[in-house]
């Protein structure tokens, strides 16, 4: 592997949130100012200044497709998309009417070479759809715009059918994404995200869990000791935080890329959110930057 | 050897796994064909033709037909894909958790917005409430 250099890219900072599609339709429909809304939406408005100050050149987004680009035809565990672009799918009330999301090739290709060579098997997309799970995260950061802020490359998660990766797999994946990213020779900043969760449960008659306490512990080891939290097994998430909740785990990657987890200075935490609910779900947000 | 399931004494629970999956394989197959607008115009004019073309069991060809979601998932199907019935139907996904559930829309809607179902007395079957 390539020794990382001054001049190659680096990841400068990990965003977390949630991405729930009825957030998607609030904005799409324009309801972001009613009072059932105000709240979240509130937590954000710090997210997207901070998004325009630190614009990264390229978003490594970690999501899972909602059956909607894999039905059970094609469950890859972990898929990161190789494409130029990436168009919203309809995921049966039609497509949400934001931009069609540009990959960065080029990047994403060195990063699946390098992280299937440090024995992660992923699957390689060059053809897909992308879900709310990708482009909600991407409105609640940079709001309603015309076209994105900078390439985005997608990298799914299975965390429909179970067993879905380990907290423990996530975390070390994400060590191997940063190795991957850093040992890119050009100098681009690379910012990565981890999205789903938090608390919900959608299905069964104890649809409509929130775990409130669970949530906010899981915030604060995942900022102070993310070594220990990614130890969790899935019958906590499960158990704990709802059968959707396990989305948490993809949190984790992100996290695993962070320089602290290399020996690196402990990132700086600009902003933390939670807010309950949206639709059926708790809401969670964090931004980390590497310092 | 059996696989280990720590998750079957989760209340009201049902987890996807390999088993489910592999029983609601059609299913949710046909789910998954709703998300394409002429079909979904197909079965809304005649749903039990349209669920003929597909593999499925009687008992999860009812269990659609009557829009028993809790039926529908002890069958193996997963609520992503169920979710296209009721997108089909012009639910949204609140509505379609709500049903589930036992109570009213009204209630739970009111239930998430007072901060959603506890935990506390929901970790295992048979705790004390």
């Known amino acids: ?150 390439p985005v490359i997608p990298f799914a998660v299975n965390v429909v059918q179970y067993p879905v990766p380990s907290g423990r797999r996530c975390f070390m994946l994400g060590q191997a994404i940063r190795r991957a990213i850093e040992s890119y020779d050009k100098p681009l900043k690379v910012q990565i995200w981890g999205t789903g969760g938090m608390s919900h449960q959608l299905q069964g008659p104890r649809a409509g869990l929130i775990n409130r306490e669970w ?47 290399n020996g690196g200075a402990k990132p700086n935490l600009a902003h933390r959110f939670y807010h309950v609910p949206a639709s059926n779900t708790a809401v969670g947000h964090l931004i980390l930057e590497n310092k | 050897m059996a696989l280990e399931k720590p998750y079957l004494d989760v209340p009201g629970t049902t987890i996807f796994d390999a088993d489910q999956s592999r029983v609601g394989y059609h299913l949710n197959q046909f789910c998954m064909s709703l998300m394409k607008a002429e ?31 809790n039926k529908c998932i002890s069958l193996g199907g997963n609520i992503y894909f169920l979710a296209k019935i009721g997108a089909t139907d012009g639910k949204s996904f609140q509505q379609m958790a709500g049903s589930m559930t036992g109570m009213t829309e009204e209630q739970y809607r009111e239930m998430m917005l007072n901060g959603g179902r506890s935990i506390e007395g929901n970790r295992y079957v048979g705790e004390k409430k």
């Open chain 1, 1 to 150: 592997m390539t020794k990382a250099s001054n001049n190659g890219a680096k990841i400068t900072a990990s965003v977390y949130t949630s991405h729930v599609p009825a957030i998607g339709v609030a904005i799409d429909m324009d309801k972001k100012g009613e009072a059932y809304w105000q709240p979240l939406f509130k937590g954000y408005e710090y997210s997207q200044q901070w998004l325009k100050d630190n614009k990264p050149d390229v978003i490594f987004l970690v999501y899972n497709d909602h059956a909607t680009a894999f039905s059970l035809d094609l469950i890859p565990t972990f898929a990161i998309g190789t494409a130029a672009e990436y168009k919203p799918a309809d995921e049966g009330y039609g497509a949400r009417p934001v931009p069609v999301v540009k990959g960065h090739p080029e990047l994403a290709s060195h990063i699946a070479q390098s992280v299937i060579q440090d024995d992660f098997d992923l699957t390689i997309v060059n053809k897909m759809d992308v879900d709310h799970g990708l482009t909600v995260p991407l409105s609640l950061m940079c709001g309603q715009v015309d076209e994105w802020p900078c």
């Open chain 1, 215 to 261: 949530d906010n512990k899981f915030l604060d080891r995942l900022i102070d000791d993310p070594e220990g939290l990614s130890n969790v097994p899935h019958i906590e998430y499960v158990r704990e935080a709802g059968s959707e909740g396990i989305e948490l785990v993809m949190w984790l990657i992100a996290r695993g890329a962070m320089s602290d987890i």
């Open chain 2, 39 to 69: 079909n979904r115009t197909r079965f809304k004019a005649n749903e039990r033709a349209y669920l003929d073309e597909w593999a499925m069991t009687e008992d999860q060809k009812q269990a659609v037909l009557a829009r028993d979601l």
